[in-house]
C-alpha cells in the first residue's frame, strides 16, 4: 500500500510490556486513525486524529493511546499489553473526501 | 450512526459477474456509500463509492437504489484475485471519519 508504512510487521509480547506501533504516511492527509481487526471479525476503531495536535477516542480506546505531532506520523501506544489486545492493526490516514488507505498492518501477539 | 446490512457469504464461477447486496435503510441525505475489500492477510482496500447515481470505475459497478436504502457492487467477471471480504459502509459527507465496519461479504470465487 504505497504511500503507509506501519512498523513492524510481527511483534510477540509478554503481558504486561508496553510498545509503540508506528504508522507514517506521505500522502500529506490530515485525517488518520487506527483500526484493531480481531479473527474473523471487521474492523475497530481505536483512535483517529484530524490534523497535528488533535486526537479522538474511537469505539475501543482503552488500554491504548496515541498522539499527532506531526502531518506523517500517528504512533500507537500500548501502555500495558494484554492478551485481549491480540489482534492486527491498521493504520489508515484519509483525505476529506478521499478513502481511505490501510496500511498492511502489524500483527500483534500477546502471550 | 447509520447501518449497514450485508449477507455473510456468497460464491460465484469464476468469469462470471457477482452482485453483492447491501441494505441500508436509516441513510441519510448526505451519506455515501462506500465499498471496501480486504484480501486474505491485507489491509482494506478502496473499491468505489457513490451518493445517489451509479458509479464505474476499472474495478466494480456501484448500482444505487433510487431511495437510497439499499445499493450493489457489482463484479463483472469474477477473477480468483476478487476473493475477499467486501465490506458496505456508510461514510458521512462532513468531517465525520470514523468508518464503521460490520463483518462484511466473504466472497469465494470458484474456478
Request: aromatic share 8%; net charge neutral.
Amino acid at each position: 500500500n504505497a504511500g503507509v508504512t506501519q512498523t513492524p510487521k510481527f511483534q510477540v509480547l509478554k503481558t504486561g510490556q508496553s510498545m509503540t506501533l508506528q504508522c507514517a504516511q506521505d500522502m500529506n492527509h490530515e485525517y488518520m486513525s487506527w483500526y484493531r481487526q480481531d479473527p474473523g471479525m471487521g474492523l475497530r476503531l481505536i483512535h483517529y486524529s484530524v490534523g497535528a495536535g488533535i486526537t479522538d477516542q474511537g469505539e475501543v480506546p482503552n488500554g491504548y493511546n496515541v498522539s499527532r505531532s506531526t502531518t506523517e506520523d500517528f504512533p500507537l501506544r500500548l501502555l500495558s499489553a494484554a492478551p485481549s489486545q491480540t489482534s492486527v492493526y491498521f493504520c489508515a490516514p484519509t483525505g476529506e473526501v478521499q478513502p481511505q488507505h490501510f496500511g498492511d498492518g502489524t500483527r500483534l501477539s500477546i502471550l | 450512526d447509520a447501518k449497514t446490512t450485508q449477507p455473510n457469504s456468497m460464491e460465484s464461477n469464476e468469469e462470471e459477474p457477482v452482485h453483492l447486496p447491501c441494505n441500508h435503510s436509516t441513510i441519510s441525505g448526505t451519506d455515501y456509500i462506500h465499498w471496501y475489500r480486504q484480501l486474505p492477510s491485507q489491509g482494506p482496500e478502496y473499491v468505489i463509492h457513490g451518493l445517489t447515481s451509479n458509479v464505474n470505475n476499472r474495478m466494480a459497478s456501484l448500482a444505487i437504489a433510487e431511495d437510497r436504502k439499499s445499493s450493489t457492487l457489482i463484479l463483472h467477471r469474477a477473477t480468483l484475485r476478487d476473493a475477499a471480504v467486501y465490506y458496505c459502509i456508510l461514510r458521512p459527507r462532513s468531517n465525520d471519519y470514523k468508518l464503521s465496519f460490520g463483518a462484511g461479504t466473504t466472497v469465494t470465487v470458484r474456478a
